[in-house]
Nanobody
């Protein structure tokens, strides 16, 4: 089973930046499409960015132009660079396959203050 661990969250002021990291371990048999998801309080988990094994990306309209997803297949890692953060970006951020499969990690909290 693949294990996913997110890190890099924290508290930042509006307009600031954060870089989130996701590491995968376990039995990995193929290079799957990966995604970053977030869940704000009392809201459904949503996909904010996705990347294929070959590096093709797509973004939710709410983060397009501000967030950048990347991956390092040799390190079994995915990243999310977040710039120009807004209070509405506050959420717990998760990584997983896209579409998601297997168990979710603990996520990493991102809090953006006004």
């Amino acid at each position: 089973q693949v294990q996913l661990v997110e890190s890099g969250g924290g508290l930042v002021q509006a307009g600031g930046s954060l870089r989130l990291s996701c590491t995968a371990s376990g039995r990995i048999f193929s290079v799957n499409d990966m995604g970053w998801y977030r869940q704000a309080p009392a809201k459904q988990r949503e996909l904010v960015a996705a990347i294929t094994g070959g590096g093709r990306t797509r973004y939710a309209d709410t983060v397009k132009g501000r967030f950048t997803i990347s991956r390092d297949n040799a390190k079994f890692a995915a990243y999310l660079e977040m710039n120009s953060l807004k209070p509405e970006d506050t959420a717990v951020y998760y990584c997983n396959f896209s579409p998601p499969g297997g168990p979710w990690g603990q996520g990493t909290q991102v809090t953006v203050s006004s």
